[in-house]
């Protein structure tokens, strides 16, 4: 196979798998009241009709503040994990980090059935607390993942000069360490963020009737109706993790990331 036809062949797999992604764009700007492609007119009636509807916006309001929530837990849990794994000499610590990155192994349906009837029994179905520790369990991982790479990234003689000149642990870390992880820093930021906002599996089995999150609402919406205000939907969700992406790009690499 010649390198032309190589590169048309590519270009024609990429092709297909994006095509879902990108006909969502030309359906959210549909004039017509159900979806069909190609749309008779454009219009931003249906990206108006997002914002105008309470339900969504309310299940929006909640996905940000679940994603803020989890992800300032899974910083103060990750960091202090991170430290011990790619810094301890102890025993345990591969299982210890084998155990932190175990939810990665397992699939997110059966997660949510063992949530669903272990917080059946505490109360927590529905509630806030039930929705972060839910989503805590699947971002953790990738938090840890992505600290103890950008951990391992950095040189610990910095942190044994800075030690030998009489600065106590805590001050190491302030100082010296925090510093210059801060780029794996935010990519953990931004990698559970991401995380748990289009996190909808886990979260079907643990939401309330009266909280529940955006990608849990418009798995209920597209039950009864088949408009374009869920390309709408769907068209901001895949600009928003987008932007993540990037900035996850940007900061660390996705390689990296990934622990690749």
Excluded at 217 to 232: E, G, I, K, M, N
Aim: net charge positive; glycine share 6%.
């Amino acid at each position: 196979m010649g390198r032309a036809a190589f590169h048309a062949l590519v270009a024609v797999m990429f092709l297909f798998l994006l095509a879902p992604v990108i006909l969502v764009f030309p359906l959210s700007l549909s004039a017509d009241s159900s979806m069909a492609f190609p749309p008779s007119g454009w219009s931003l009636r249906w990206y108006a009709a997002l914002v105008q509807h309470p339900g969504l916006m309310a299940a929006l309001r909640n996905s940000v503040l679940l994603a803020l929530l989890v992800t300032a837990s899974a910083l103060l849990l990750a960091i202090p994990a991170a430290l011990a794994i790619a810094r301890g000499r102890f025993p345990g610590r591969e299982a210890l980090f084998a155990l932190l990155t175990a939810p990665l192994l397992l699939p997110t349906i059966v997660l949510g059935l063992a949530l669903l009837i272990l917080f059946a029994g505490w109360g927590l179905i529905g509630s806030w607390s039930g929705l972060v520790l839910a989503h805590l369990l699947v971002a953790l991982p990738y938090a840890t993942r992505v600290l103890v790479t950008a951990l391992g990234t950095l040189p610990a003689g910095l942190e044994d000069a800075a030690a030998s000149l009489g600065a106590p642990p805590a001050t190491v870390f302030r100082r010296v360490t925090l510093p210059l992880i801060l780029p794996g820093v935010a990519a953990t930021c931004a990698i559970v963020c991401l995380v748990s906002f289009d996190e909808t599996v886990i979260s079907l089995f643990v939401v309330g009737p009266r909280l529940t999150t955006f990608p849990v609402a418009l798995f209920r919406y597209v039950q009864s109706r088949t408009d374009p205000l869920v390309a709408a939907a769907a068209a901001v969700m895949i600009l928003f993790t987008l932007a993540i992406v990037i900035v996850l790009d940007r900061l660390i690499g996705l390689k990296r990331a990934v622990g690749g």
